[in-house]
Nanobody, 111 residues
């Protein structure tokens, strides 16, 4: 059974940092591309970041230079390090290993 469990969300002031984690089980993590998405109230879920099994990364333009996705194969965990957070980054952040989703973790950035 595939499980993706996110953690690390919270409330932070604008300009602050957070690191999200997603612990995966039930998948061949080392060969699976992992993604982060986010969904703000009233908005559609949007792609944030991708890391392939080989470590290649991609980001939505709005987070480039501020967010970094990484993975630890030994821990079956993918991370999203977020710096210089803005109020518009406020959303529920979801981990994805197609077609499975985690339950999400709330990130709130106050101005």
């Amino acid at each position: 059974q595939v499980q993706l469990v996110e953690s690390g969300g919270g409330l932070v002031q604008a300009g602050g940092s957070l690191r999200l984690s997603c612990a995966a089980s039930g998948i061949r993590f080392s060969s699976t591309a992992m993604r982060w998405y986010r969904e703000a109230p009233g908005n559609q879920r949007e792609f944030v970041a991708l890391i392939t099994s080989g470590g290649l990364t991609d980001y939505v333009d709005s987070v480039k230079g501020r967010f970094t996705i990484s993975r630890d194969t030994a821990k079956n965990t993918v991370y999203l390090q977020m710096h210089s957070l803005k109020p518009e980054d406020t959303a529920v952040y979801y981990c994805n290993a197609n077609p499975k989703w985690g339950q999400g973790t709330q990130v709130t950035v106050s101005s």
